[in-house]
């Protein structure tokens, strides 16, 4: 009744002035609802009364409501999914997990869009029967020791599955392979043993090069001692034939000084011109000293048997004095 009895004391220009702010505001709020702007890297999906009508990048744009809407914000960035770990099969009938990171480009907006049901959850399906593809055609050894063929291969098949629905798959990694636990046992096993191996193989090299190189220095040694010893005798040979050398030198010396004195002798009597008397009397003293030798023959020549009786005069003079 209040009210009613408020609205009646308005006179009609106060009625025209809030029917316009109404509209206005209603104006404004049309336009704020149309405007739309598009971060970087991001793009809109835009309907027209439930059908595709066109995808909206980055910038300002204007989408009219009722007749428009956008459909879908989609990310244009590289997304990295993890999806769960996955049982797998060996071609060695191994049972393994296996879990995959997926990374990948939404390319085509429309496609992802209207391509497939829940792009995500088909992309993790898809996954999870290539990777059993792949591994249920190799061996358990080849699975822990291939990642990297596994990787290029499920990025391949991936990202041809994919275009359909308006993604590209850039790549695909092995997170963790966890074989059964008495696998695991087993492999811990023989790293052990091998391990073992190379560390006796390691020793049994050691002690070899030890040894070899325990015989070359002994070999080494021996070669320098005979070496030494080999020096040793040049220089004791070169000593001893140094030593004949001069003593030859000596003797040869000592003969010739004899010989000169002789010949000096010689010279001396002769210029003194010793008379035949003195010479044989040099003579009989030559003939003393032989005589006093151990010979038992003793020659004499005939020019002193003459003599035999003037030496047995001057002797028997010689007494008398």
Known sequence: MFFS???????????????????IILGLALVASSLKIVPQ??????????????TLHSGIHWVWPIFFRVAQKISLKEQVKDFEPQAVITMDNVTMQIDTVV???????????????????????????????????IELDQTLTSRDLINTKMTEILDVATDPWGIKVTRVELKNILPPKD??????????????????????????????????????????????NKQSQILEAEAIKQAEILKAEGQAESILKVKTAEAEG?????????????????????????????????IV???LQGMAGLVSSIKEVAEKE
């Open 301 to 303: 020549p005939s020019e």
């Open 183 to 228: 696998i695991r046992e087993a492999m811990e096993k023989q790293m052990r043993a091998e391990r073992e191996r190379r560390e006796a193989i390691l020793q049994a090299e050691g002690f070899k090069q030890s040894k070899i190189l325990e015989a070359e220095g002994i070999k080494q040694s021996k070669i320098l001692e005979a070496e030494a």
């Open 41 to 54: 890297a991001e793009a809109y999906v835009v309907e027209k009364l439930g059908a595709y009508h066109r």
């Open 266 to 298: 010689i010279k001396l009597v002769k210029e003194a011109s010793a008379d035949k008397a003195v010479l044989t009397l040099k003579a009989y003293e030559a003939l003393v000293e032989v005589s006093k030798g151990q010979a038992t023959k003793i």
């Open 5 to 23: 009895e408020s609205i009646q004391t308005l006179d009609s220009g106060t009625i025209t002035l809030l029917v316009i702010v109404v509209v």
């Open 103 to 137: 990374f990948f480009e939404i390319t085509d907006p429309k496609l992802y869009t209207y391509g497939v049901e829940k792009p995500i959850y088909a992309l993790d399906k898809l996954t999870a029967t290539t990777l059993r593809n792949i591994i249920g055609s």
